[in-house]
């Protein structure tokens, strides 16, 4: 390869292996002063295509690049961040960063420089997604477009696939490179007289498994038996929650740093909801249902995932919480070599998979007396990051159970509600399912749970 194959010509879709060591190979010619450079290099290319009131409004497609260019002169450490690929743009990125170490004090190398965990690729490239573009999009859009426009409502969809390679460029031992495809379908369809909504959405790294049908279906039903909704009293109410629904509220467990031991076990001041006492974090205790365990994996292939992550950190096969017991919270190497004893990392990205039970929509809502059927929900913000408590509102389909059986649409609610309360009084769980959760595949079961906190009536559908 040469400067001419890369930096004067048109490029493929997305950057390759070899056009990501030949980036870094050339910006460590610019470097001065010794130390090491490293790249972290996200390359993408992402289709869309959105309609909306039955009618395309938008198609797209984009390319771009993500470098970011490390210098590490005396342990002394500084990055800078460019989305150009060309010679001038490295050779200033190399030179600005070596300007910054002099800000930066100087320290032992960091152990992570020249480290890399083994590992296994999982399959996440399918030809399916990455053949899907403009004009097959288009055609999607028509045919999924019709089912609503002939039931005489409005639907509003969005398709978009992608391609992505993305790799660590290291100086000293391996540098990873790993190519993966995503794909997401999600609609809405409304009624423009009536009072009522239905949703329904899936991703996956496969467009093929991806039945745009059946979505469309769910949400056109969803939309129909929701329509003149009734308003209800809040209070705490049995609810049966989707999967979607139960994703949308198991999630907030893993975002946002709340996962990391480091927080948790901190000296000076723990903090998080998996924090015990100064010093020590609640691994090894029961905080859910023994009935729940949730794992972590970038090779089930039901919930698949690139098998690293930014930094280069291997993502491993792991049980965050087993039968109810909080079993690990997630590390970077340092903190294990220097606190645990491991030689590795353990990092999170948000993924999971939950497990479920033998139970099932149906029976769920024949087993309650007085209840509330739940599609999805909509978290505004978290209260409370030491409980997880949050709030949001219901969305696309709410529906009230009586006597065992759904009896009518109810105007949306707002709630107050933390996962870890609501997995402490589960009832019932039915076999988990891929749900919509693009960026960070997830698969979790439907529920049913008491004394789940509505507090107050929404007007807006």
Same mark, same amino acid.
């Given at each position: 390869?040469?400067?001419?194959?890369?930096?004067?010509?048109?490029?493929?879709?997305?950057?390759?292996?070899?056009?990501?060591?030949?980036?870094?190979?050339?910006?460590?010619?610019?470097?001065?002063?010794?130390?090491?450079?490293?790249?972290?290099?996200?390359?993408?290319?992402?289709?869309?295509?959105?309609?909306?009131?039955?009618?395309?409004?938008?198609?797209?497609?984009?390319?771009?690049?993500?470098?970011?260019?490390?210098?590490?002169?005396?342990?002394?450490?500084?990055?800078?961040?460019?989305?150009?690929?060309?010679?001038?743009?490295?050779?200033?990125?190399?030179?600005?960063?070596?300007?910054?170490?002099? %800000?930066?004090? =100087? $320290?032992? +190398? &960091?152990?992570?420089?020249?480290? *890399?965990? !083994?590992?296994?690729?999982?399959?996440?490239?399918?030809?399916?997604?990455?053949? %899907?573009?403009? =004009? $097959?999009? +288009? &055609?999607?859009?028509?045919?999924? *477009?019709? !089912?609503?426009?002939?039931?005489?409502?409005?639907?509003?969809?969005?398709?978009?696939?992608?391609?992505?390679?993305?790799?660590?460029?290291?100086?000293?031992?391996?540098? !990873?490179?790993?190519?993966?495809?995503?794909?997401?379908?999600?609609?809405?369809?409304?009624?423009?007289?009536?009072?009522?909504?239905?949703?329904?959405?899936?991703?996956?790294?496969?467009?093929?498994?991806?039945?745009?049908?059946?979505?469309?279906?769910?949400?056109?039903?969803?939309?129909?038996?929701?329509?003149?909704?009734?308003?209800?009293?809040?209070?705490?109410?049995?609810?049966?929650?989707?999967?979607?629904?139960?994703?949308?509220?198991?999630?907030?467990?893993?975002?946002?740093?709340?996962?990391?031991?480091?927080?948790?076990?901190?000296?000076?001041?723990?903090?998080?909801?998996?924090?015990?006492?100064?010093?020590?974090?609640?691994?090894?205790?029961?905080?859910?249902?023994?009935?729940?365990?949730?794992?972590?994996?970038?090779?089930?292939?039901?919930?698949?995932?690139?098998?690293?992550?930014?930094?280069?950190?291997?993502?491993?096969?792991?049980?965050?919480?087993?039968?109810?017991?909080?079993?690990?919270?997630?590390?970077?190497?340092?903190?294990?070599?220097?606190?645990?004893?491991?030689?590795?990392?353990?990092?999170?990205?948000?993924?999971?998979?939950?497990?479920?039970?033998?139970?099932?929509?149906?029976?769920?809502?024949?087993?309650?007396?007085?209840?509330?059927?739940?599609?999805?929900?909509?978290?505004?913000?978290?209260?409370?990051?030491?409980?997880?408590?949050?709030?949001?509102?219901?969305?696309?389909?709410?529906?009230?159970?009586?006597?065992?059986?759904?009896?009518?649409?109810?105007?949306?609610?707002?709630?107050?509600?933390?996962?870890?309360?609501?997995?402490?009084?589960?009832?019932?769980?039915?076999?988990?399912?891929?749900?919509?959760?693009?960026?960070?595949?997830?698969?979790?079961?439907?529920?049913?749970?008491?004394?789940?906190?509505?507090?107050?009536?929404?007007?807006?559908?």
């Amino acid at each position: 390869m040469t400067q001419d194959d890369l930096f004067n010509k048109p490029a493929d879709r997305f950057l390759s292996k070899e056009e990501c060591a030949f980036i870094a190979s050339e910006a460590r010619k610019f470097a001065n002063g010794g130390g090491i450079t490293a790249l972290r290099i996200e390359s993408k290319w992402m289709g869309n295509i959105r309609w909306a009131r039955n009618n395309i409004i938008s198609s797209g497609d984009v390319r771009s690049n993500v470098l970011r260019v490390g210098r590490g002169i005396n342990g002394a450490a500084a990055n800078v961040t460019i989305n150009e690929v060309s010679l001038r743009a490295l050779e200033r990125a190399v030179h600005r960063a070596e300007r910054l170490t002099n %800000l930066r004090p =100087e $320290a032992p +190398a &960091d152990i992570m420089d020249s480290y *890399m965990a !083994p590992y296994e690729e999982p399959k996440i490239w399918f030809d399916s997604t990455y053949v %899907l573009l403009a =004009e $097959a999009r +288009a &055609d999607l859009a028509h045919d999924l *477009m019709q !089912p609503a426009a002939k039931a005489g409502v409005l639907s509003a969809g969005y398709i978009q696939v992608s391609g992505t390679g993305l790799s660590r460029q290291r100086e000293v031992g391996a540098s !990873p490179y790993t190519r993966f495809t995503e794909a997401q379908f999600s609609v809405t369809v409304r009624d423009p007289k009536n009072y009522g909504s239905g949703w329904a959405g899936i991703d996956w790294n496969d467009w093929n498994r991806i039945d745009g049908k059946q979505i469309v279906e769910t949400a056109l039903d969803k939309c129909l038996r929701s329509r003149n909704p009734v308003a209800i009293e809040p209070g705490r109410y049995m609810v049966v929650l989707e999967p979607q629904a139960t994703h949308d509220l198991v999630s907030g467990m893993f975002g946002g740093g709340i996962l990391e031991r480091k927080i948790a076990e901190d000296t000076q001041v723990p903090s998080g909801p998996y924090a015990l006492r100064r010093g020590y974090s609640k691994i090894g205790l029961r905080i859910v249902d023994p009935r729940i365990t949730i794992r972590f994996n970038p090779l089930d292939p039901n919930c698949s995932f690139p098998p690293f992550d930014q930094f280069g950190e291997v993502y491993r096969e792991t049980k965050w919480i087993e039968n109810g017991i909080l079993k690990e919270l997630a590390y970077n190497r340092r903190y294990g070599v220097e606190k645990l004893g491991r030689d590795y990392a353990l990092p999170s990205q948000g993924s999971y998979s939950m497990s479920g039970g033998d139970s099932t929509i149906e029976t769920m809502i024949s087993n309650t007396e007085r209840g509330l059927l739940v599609t999805r929900l909509m978290i505004e913000r978290v209260i409370s990051s030491q409980q997880l408590l949050a709030t949001g509102v219901t969305r696309d389909g709410l529906w009230l159970i009586e006597k065992g059986k759904v009896s009518q649409a109810v105007k949306n609610l707002r709630f107050t509600e933390s996962p870890l309360f609501v997995l402490n009084n589960l009832l019932e769980m039915g076999k988990p399912e891929r749900v919509f959760s693009p960026g960070t595949p997830a698969v979790a079961p439907p529920i049913r749970a008491q004394d789940f906190s509505f507090t107050a009536t929404v007007d807006a559908i």
